[in-house]
Nanobody, 130 residues
Framework: VQLQACGGGLVQVGGSMRLSCAAS????????MAWFRQTPGTEREFVAA??????????TYADSAKGRFTISRDDAENTVYLQMNSLKPEDTAVYYC??????????????????????WGKGTLVTVSS
């Protein structure tokens, strides 16, 4: 199983960036998918999640992401995306994608990240410069 996240880099305040996470080795549509982020010395925090495709493709967001970030999935491409707009310096972090079997977005938003996710991708660094 592999979750390959990419799309990070350097962006200016107010800019946009799209992260993608391509999955292999799993039946992608059966997995809820989420994005988390982490900065040095802090715990990994929830950003956004989308339900597995047997549910409603419902999505949920952390308060810090609402109105600015959009999570989506393409089951044909086994890929989940995170579109980030109006980026702020406090969005600077390493972003990780995660997969959880038959999970709704709500479940993923309330599950302790290091205990409950089935698979993690390697992180991709997003740096928002002012």
């Amino acid at each position: 199983v592999q979750l390959q996240a990419c799309g990070g880099g350097l962006v200016q305040v107010g800019g946009s960036m799209r992260l993608s996470c391509a999955a292999s080795g799993i039946t992608f549509r059966n997995y809820g998918m989420a994005w988390f982020r982490q900065t040095p010395g802090t715990e990994r925090e929830f950003v956004a999640a989308i339900s597995y495709s047997g549910d409603s493709d419902d999505s949920t967001y952390a308060d810090s992401a609402k109105g600015r970030f959009t999570i989506s999935r393409d089951d044909a491409e086994n890929t989940v995306y995170l579109q980030m707009n109006s980026l702020k310096p406090e969005d600077t972090a390493v972003y990780y994608c995660a997969a959880m079997i038959l999970a709704t977005a709500q479940q993923m938003s309330t599950t302790l990240p290091l205990n409950g996710m089935d698979y993690w991708g390697k992180g991709t660094l997003v740096t928002v410069s002012s």
